[in-house]
């Protein structure tokens, strides 16, 4: 049986083009049993978000520049499409839980596939208290910000900032420091999977901070708790010798 299909495509001309080279009969996303995205890592990261409650395997595309989370193009038909779809392989990944209050009492949930990030939002450095599975390990770190990132996500944000590569199996979490002041030789740290992490703003009304779930932000943020939720995965679809363990493996030996 055919597999019916979803296209979901960025509004930039690259994608557009590409989606409308594969002429073909479509579904919607609710009745289809794989989405097909076309765009860039920022625009499937959004699309995993928006339709995570339908549980559809996603094959991206890669119309945009890095792609990691994307299949290489050159796709000039339908069924070559539907064919790769059929040779690829599931790889799942299970996002942060990121809750949030405000200073306002104001309490926000969020998912992120890549990380959380904290960043000040004033001239003045962040105080921050962390602490891991209820225990304080930091009383007060002062920077500018920092990054609890996923395997998936340690390529990105994270590895610019200085935080180490995780292979995507590997049963970790990085926590990485933005412009760390202080303590002066703290780097960051890797933290199991099943680790509980509660972020602290210190001064929070002077030193305003906001949290950042993916793309999503939250402004003014008092406290955070943050955990991988293993209820929740995302099926992402990729060409054999595409798989993203290979990509994030190759990424540790790039020049």
């Known amino acids: 049986m055919t597999q ?9 001309f690259e994608a557009e083009s590409c989606a409308k080279l594969l002429k073909g009969e479509q579904v919607s996303p609710e009745d289809a049993d794989v989405l097909v995205v076309f765009g ?23 119309c945009g520049t890095v792609g990691f989370l994307m299949n290489e193009g ?13 040779a690829s392989k599931t790889t799942h990944l299970y996002p942060l839980r990121m809750q949030a209050k ?20 004033t ?34 944000y994270n590895f610019s900032a200085g935080g180490a590569i995780l292979p995507l199996e590997a049963p970790l979490l990085a926590l990485t420091p933005l412009s ?3 303590p002066r030789h703290w ?21 305003s901070v906001s949290a950042t779930a993916d793309d999503r932000t939250v402004p003014f943020v008092q406290t955070l708790d943050i955990y991988q939720d293993k209820s929740v995965a995302y099926k992402l679809l990729f060409d054999p010798g595409h798989n993203l363990e290979e990509r994030i493996l190759k990424e540790q030996f790039e020049s």
Request: net charge positive; proline share 2%.
């Open 4 to 12: 019916k299909l979803a296209f979901i495509t960025a509004e930039t």
């Open 123 to 156: 001239s003045q450095a962040a105080r921050i208290r962390v602490f891991v599975n209820d225990i304080v390990r930091l009383d007060c770190f002062v920077g500018d910000g920092l990054i609890l990132a996923t395997p998936a996500g340690s390529t990105a």
């Open 187 to 207: 780097h960051g740290a890797l933290l199991p999977n099943t680790a509980k992490v509660r972020l602290e703003i210190l001064d929070a009304d002077f030193r």
């Open 74 to 86: 050159n796709i000039d038909s339908v069924g070559d499409l539907l064919e790769r779809i059929k």
């Open 102 to 121: 405000t200073v306002s009492g104001k309490t926000v949930v969020q998912h992120a596939i890549n990380e959380v990030s904290l960043l000040r939002q």
């Open 40 to 62: 860039g890592d920022g625009f499937m990261l959004r699309t995993l978000h928006q339709f995570q409650a339908l549980g559809k395997p996603v094959y991206g595309v890669n």
């Open 180 to 182: 760390g002041f202080r």
